[in-house]
């Protein structure tokens, strides 16, 4: 059964920095879009970043200079950095793999939850 499991959540203190993992476990996704996501408490989930099959990454605008996703060369592990975080970054980060719509994949993690205080 294949699953995405998140780790590296946690607290942090604004400007601080984060690194998330999601391990891809019963399956190796070698041809699929892979993303990070996060929902804050009563707002809609939202993009952070992306990376395609070709290893192209693309980061929400909010993002963009903060954030910075990557994949192991196995592309069994998905990576997600966070610099000069702010208290709105606060939010659980899901991982999703293998896009079929915007927005909608096949898999998704359980999510991790960062939690930045001022």
């Known amino acids: 059964q294949v699953r995405l499991e998140e780790s590296g959540g946690g607290s942090v203190q604004a400007g601080g920095s984060l690194k998330l993992s999601c391990a891809v476990i019963?399956?190796?996704?070698?041809?699929?879009?892979m993303a990070w996501y996060r929902q804050a408490p009563g707002k809609a989930r939202e993009l952070v970043s992306l990376?395609?099959?070709?290893?192209?990454?693309r980061s929400a605008d909010s993002m963009k200079g903060r954030f910075t996703i990557s994949q192991a060369n196995d592309k069994n592990t998905l990576y997600l950095e966070g610099n000069g975080l702010k208290t709105e970054d606060t939010a659980v980060y899901y991982c999703?793999?293998?896009?079929?719509?915007?927005?909608?994949?096949?898999?998704w993690g359980r999510g991790t939850q960062v939690t930045v205080s001022s």
């Open positions: 999703a793999a293998c896009r079929h719509r915007v927005d909608e994949y096949y898999f």
């Open positions: 019963g399956n190796r996704f070698t041809n699929c879009e």
């Open positions: 990376i395609d099959s070709q290893g192209t990454t």
